[in-house]
T-cell receptor, first 115, second 109 residues
Framework: EAEVAQSPRYKITEKSQAVAFWCDPISGHATLYWYRQILGQGPELLVQFQDESVVDDSQLPKDRFSAERLKGVDSTLKIQPAELGDSAMYLC?????????????FGPGTRLLVL | RKEVEQDPGPFNVPEGATVAFNCTYSNSASQSFFWYRQDCRKEPKLLMSVYSSGNEDGRFTAQLNRASQYISLLIRDSKLSDSATYLCVVTRGWGKLQFGAGTQVVVTP
């Protein structure tokens, strides 16, 4: 069964450092999402891509966060500089081109701890 | 007010018992509704969609009440493997999922 791949699975960094997360969606999935999930809360959408274009980044803290999907396949989410409050799980999801966009398939996530 | 609200629990349920919990949503324009399941330290996975007429999937029954803006999930004959956090999800538009904070269910032997 095809899966969304993410790396790294865990990341510990110090505040003010830069971190980057990578996501490879299920092959053929044109829509890619990055979510942040703080402990005890539900996932919150940070950015949505359709192919290589950003569809929604209204909740992305653009002063420190950036996301790209240059070739419309895999994607990178970057934080620079990291802050203590960025400690969370970062989830990537993708959805197929047809059918309900609500059918999103999540990757295993990257757990970030900022010290 | 949060757009999607859930009782965080935990709901402690003896194995074999029935448990039910609700979720309320504030946006009356919400279009689609889902329950996702999230195991500890894992990613969310779609459990089931919620239809206006109500629907079942094995031991799981979901109901939607648009007038009162709530969704429910009932689990019958609870198994130990049902222990998880159940996330209520509503959509506000094309692919835009809005998650609740989750309801934790703990099934005990």
């Amino acid at each position: 069964e095809a899966e969304v791949a993410q790396s790294p699975r865990y990341k510990i960094t110090e505040k003010s450092q830069a971190v980057a997360f990578w996501c490879d969606p299920i092959s053929g999935h044109a829509t890619l999402y990055w979510y942040r999930q703080i402990l005890g809360q539900g996932p919150e959408l940070l950015v949505q891509f359709q192919d290589e274009s950003v569809v929604d980044d209204s909740q992305l803290p653009k002063d420190r966060f950036s996301a790209e999907r240059l070739k419309g396949v895999d994607s990178t989410l970057k934080i620079q500089p990291a802050e203590l409050g960025d400690s969370a799980m970062y989830l990537c999801a993708s959805s197929p081109p047809e059918g309900l966009k609500e059918t999103q398939y999540f990757g295993p996530g990257t757990r970030l701890l900022v010290l | 007010r949060k757009e999607v609200e859930q009782d965080p629990g935990p709901f402690n349920v003896p194995e074999g018992a029935t448990v039910a919990f609700n979720c309320t949503y504030s946006n009356s324009a919400s279009q689609s509704f889902f329950w996702y399941r999230q195991d500890c330290r894992k990613e969310p996975k779609l459990l089931m969609s919620v239809y206006s007429s109500g629907n079942e999937d094995g031991r799981f029954t979901a109901q939607l009440n648009r007038a009162s803006q709530y969704i429910s999930l009932l689990i019958r004959d609870s198994k130990l493997s049902d222990s998880a956090t159940y996330l209520c999800v509503v959509t506000r538009g094309w692919g835009k999922l809005q998650f609740g904070a989750g309801t934790q269910v703990v099934v005990t032997p």
